[in-house]
Every structure is written in structure tokens, then in C-alpha cells.
């Protein structure tokens, strides 16, 4: 049973290109959320998806970025028009319908130079 | 307002030693308390968790917990530490009906000297 799966890695975007990171749950979950890692902070949590829907998020910054979880294929985070502000490491993580523990993919790292 | 602290920064131990890990909470719902671990460069393990019952909680890698309701903490132990074990841990809080949305301390870099 595969965990959760992110990619890319690494990925480094130019001043005002799009980052578009990708996020697979694992087997039987129906949940995702995403993190922002900042240097040298926790994680900050910032939207909570099920499919095709948009459950909570609070700790969306309000432009520029964007989530979704299509009913087939990967979860999204988008961020638009990046700036050196963005560069953090993004997690996404996952849980079943009914449950309370989250599991985290490894991360991808945005570079934005 | 809901918040986890980590009082310390960082910490070293030698190896061999003890190690206790401070986690402090502010939370308004019955809290559902976890504690990770971060290599560098890799994503976040779970050491344990403690929903209910039992406050002592066993985890993995020889790693415990005690939550203290009257302190609001939820702080992690091992007896004796391994050179592995160094590694950023992070604390967090959830709900029940929040499934994975979590509020997490700033962590704690833990150092192993031999």
C-alpha cells in the first residue's frame, strides 16, 4: 500500500510563472489536506478537500492560490504568479472518510528564484 | 485561540541519554494530540498519538507520551537516546471532527553528541 505520493520533489519556478503541485492520497482515503512549511516554522495548515469539494479553507492565502481534488486523478495546489515568498516546502496529507490521524507525503520544495 | 507551543528550540543530548520534549496546547474542543518526527529533507513520520483513555502513550521507536489535562501538555520522552534519532519533532493538535487539520508547534531540533 503506497503512501502518500507527491511530485515533483523539487521544483523551482521563476518570479510570476505558476507552480502546479500534485498530491495522490493513499488507497481508500477520501481526504487531503495541505501544509506550507516556511523555513525554520511548522507546518501551517491551509485547506482541507474531499472530492470535488472544498471543505475548509481558512488558511488559504486569499490570491494566487488555489486547491482541488477532482473526482479522478490528484489533488492540486496551484499557486499563480509566484514570488520569493512562496518558496517553502508544501505538504499534502491524507485520511479515510471516518478518520482522525493524518499521513504526510515527503513534500514538495518550491524554489522561487 | 488555539495554539501549540514548543517552548524549546533546540536541544542536545548525549547519546545514551534521556529526553523529554515540552509540547503545550491552548484549544477549545476535547484536543486530539500527536507528535511527529522530521528528517531533514523527508516528510513527517508519526511517532504517536493520544486520542483518549490511558494519558501514557507508547510510540514507535521506543518513544512515550504523557498528556497532562490540568497542564495542557503532551510532552514526549525516551530513556535513552540513539544517534538516530536526531531529527526536527513537532507536536500538534487536532479535533475529532477535523479529521487531519492540525495546528503544530514550531518544533523542536533535536542534536545527538556521541
Known amino acids: 500500500n503506497a503512501g502518500v505520493m507527491q511530485n515533483p520533489r523539487h521544483l523551482v519556478r521563476r518570479r510570476g510563472q505558476e507552480a502546479r503541485l500534485r498530491c495522490s492520497p493513499m488507497?481508500?482515503?477520501?481526504?487531503v489536506y495541505w501544509y506550507r512549511q516556511l523555513p525554520e516554522e511548522g507546518l501551517k495548515f491551509m485547506v482541507y478537500l474531499q472530492k470535488e469539494n472544498i471543505i475548509d479553507e481558512s488558511g488559504m492565502p486569499k490570491e494566487r492560490f488555489s486547491a482541488e481534488f477532482p473526482k479522478e486523478g490528484p489533488s492540486i495546489l496551484r499557486i499563480q504568479q509566484v514570488v520569493r515568498g512562496d518558496s517553502a516546502a508544501y505538504f499534502c496529507?491524507?485520511?479515510?472518510?471516518?478518520?482522525?490521524?493524518?499521513?504526510f507525503g515527503q513534500g514538495t520544495r518550491l524554489t522561487v528564484v | 485561540a488555539q495554539s501549540v507551543t514548543q517552548p524549546d528550540i533546540h536541544i542536545t543530548v548525549s547519546e545514551g541519554a534521556s529526553l523529554e520534549l515540552r509540547c503545550n496546547y491552548s484549544?477549545?474542543?476535547?484536543?486530539?494530540l500527536f507528535w511527529y518526527v522530521q528528517s531533514p529533507g523527508q516528510g513527517l513520520q508519526l511517532l504517536l498519538k493520544?486520542?483518549?483513555?490511558?494519558?501514557l502513550v507508547q510510540g514507535i521507536k521506543g518513544f512515550e507520551a504523557e498528556f497532562k489535562r490540568s497542564q495542557s501538555s503532551f510532552n514526549l520522552r525516551k530513556p535513552s537516546v540513539h544517534w538516530s534519532d536526531a531529527a526536527e519533532y513537532f507536536c500538534?493538535?487536532?479535533?475529532?471532527?477535523?479529521?487531519?487539520?492540525?495546528?503544530f508547534g514550531q518544533g523542536t531540533e533535536l542534536s545527538v553528541k556521541p
Open positions: 484549544y477549545g474542543a476535547t484536543p486530539y
Open positions: 496529507a491524507s485520511s479515510p472518510p471516518t478518520g482522525t490521524e493524518a499521513f
Open positions: 500538534a493538535v487536532g479535533a475529532y471532527n477535523q479529521g487531519g487539520k492540525l495546528i
Open positions: 488507497k481508500g482515503h477520501s481526504h
Open positions: 493520544y486520542f483518549s483513555g490511558d494519558t
